[in-house]
């Protein structure tokens, strides 16, 4: 089963609004997850590292003012698309490591929010 | 700087045929890890492997296998026998030993398997 919970999956809303994404660790405790975000037919690109207790980290290029991360427990992250436009619509993804398998074990990645303004 | 990239925009063949995906990949590191992830159409990633960079060992996983060669600096994955639900876009990944979580992806393979 998944161990990594994204909510939405699918967001439509118009020009303007905030729009904020969820990411769960499940069974885990994730004291680090990280936010992707995907243009159709394109890759994965790291937007952020979300640290628990503290400050993200933002890839260059990214606005922190635009998508505002917060990393509040270790089982949750959330990214806020700030009053947002048409040119961010996107997939957004999250992924998180379970700490407790050790180094070898990969990301698990969430399912996804397609997130779509009019 | 690293970089993954992955030639192949998209690929399609006829069920049962093999078919290789490739990847290369630059790191200035002598320790790092590749991936390869699958993504159907429904958008999740799911993980196919893990390799580190001192691991040259290839790798089958049924019809699955994974060719890692560091002189070349490549990491390409095989199907063997394809099938209908084999069609994803597969996305090759490098981290490196500072931040192995930190992930950088290629650009992706779109596979489409005609029946």
């Known amino acids: 089963g998944a161990v990594v919970s994204q909510h939405p999956s699918r967001v439509i809303c118009k020009s303007g609004t905030s729009v904020k994404i969820e990411c769960r660790s499940l069974d885990f405790q994730a004291t680090t997850m990280f936010w992707y975000r995907q243009f159709p037919k394109q890759s994965l690109m790291l937007m952020a590292t979300?640290?628990?207790?503290?400050?993200?980290?933002?890839e260059q290029g990214v606005e922190k003012d635009k998508f505002l991360i917060n990393h509040a427990s270790l089982t949750l992250s959330t990214l806020t698309v700030t009053s947002a436009h048409p040119e961010d619509s996107s997939f957004y993804i999250c992924?998180?490591?379970?700490?407790?398998?050790?180094?070898?074990?990969?990301?698990?990645f969430g399912d996804g929010t397609r997130l779509s303004i009019l | 700087a690293q970089k993954v990239t992955q030639a192949q925009t998209e690929i399609s063949v006829v069920e049962k045929e093999d078919v290789t995906l490739d990847c290369v990949y630059e790191?200035?590191?002598?320790?790092?890890?590749l991936f390869w992830y699958k993504q159907p159409p429904s958008g999740e990633l799911v993980f196919l492997i893990r390799r580190n960079s001192f691991d040259e060992q290839n790798e089958i996983s049924g019809r699955y296998s994974w060719n890692f060669q560091k002189s070349t600096s490549s990491f390409n994955f095989t199907i063997t026998a394809s099938q209908v639900v084999d069609s994803a876009v597969y996305f090759c990944a490098l981290s490196e030993a500072d931040n192995t979580d930190k992930l950088i992806f290629g650009t992706g393979t779109r596979l489409q398997v005609f029946p």
């Open positions: 790191t200035r590191d002598t320790t790092y890890y």
């Open positions: 979300s640290n628990e207790g503290s400050k993200a980290t933002y």
């Open positions: 992924s998180a490591r379970d700490p407790r398998r050790g180094e070898n074990q990969p990301q698990h």
